[in-house]
């Protein structure tokens, strides 16, 4: 299995993250996911969960890059780490480390867990 086509996940989940809807991003989540966002302290176990941090985050029109990306695959389960760095539209921006589990259901990946916090020490 190539590093692009895991390396292409973040790419379709960005491209969530900018149609603005919730629903979108929660999508790419298996149902039972876990995401520990970026921008809060509440972990989110589940679609509903999942959905509605994304209600605030994609109001703030985030546009995300990768700054490093260390991917791995294990069989029918894939990672990629690293640091990410998103632009708002009110022209701030915050650097984060993240890693993205993958599990492959047979039909398409999907986002088993996801980590993102913000970089600790200022640069």
């Known amino acids: 299995m190539p590093h692009n086509e895991i390396a292409e996940l ?7 993250l900018q149609t603005r809807d919730p629903k979108q991003v929660a999508a790419l989540y298996e149902t ?3 995401l520990l966002p970026t ?3 509440q972990v989110r176990h589940n679609h509903d969960e999942i959905e509605d941090y994304f209600v605030s985050f994609t109001a703030k029109g985030p546009i995300g890059s990768i700054d490093e990306s260390n991917i791995r695959h294990f069989g029918q389960m894939a990672i990629n780490s690293g640091v990410y760095t998103f632009k708002f539209e009110d022209g701030s921006s915050a650097q984060a480390r993240f890693t993205f589990v993958y599990r492959w259901n047979g039909q398409r990946w999907m986002i088993a867990e996801h980590h993102s916090s913000q970089m600790p020490e200022t640069v």
């Open 10 to 16: 973040f790419d379709e989940w960005n491209a969530a």
């Open 39 to 41: 921008l809060s302290n």
């Open 32 to 34: 039972n996911g876990i």
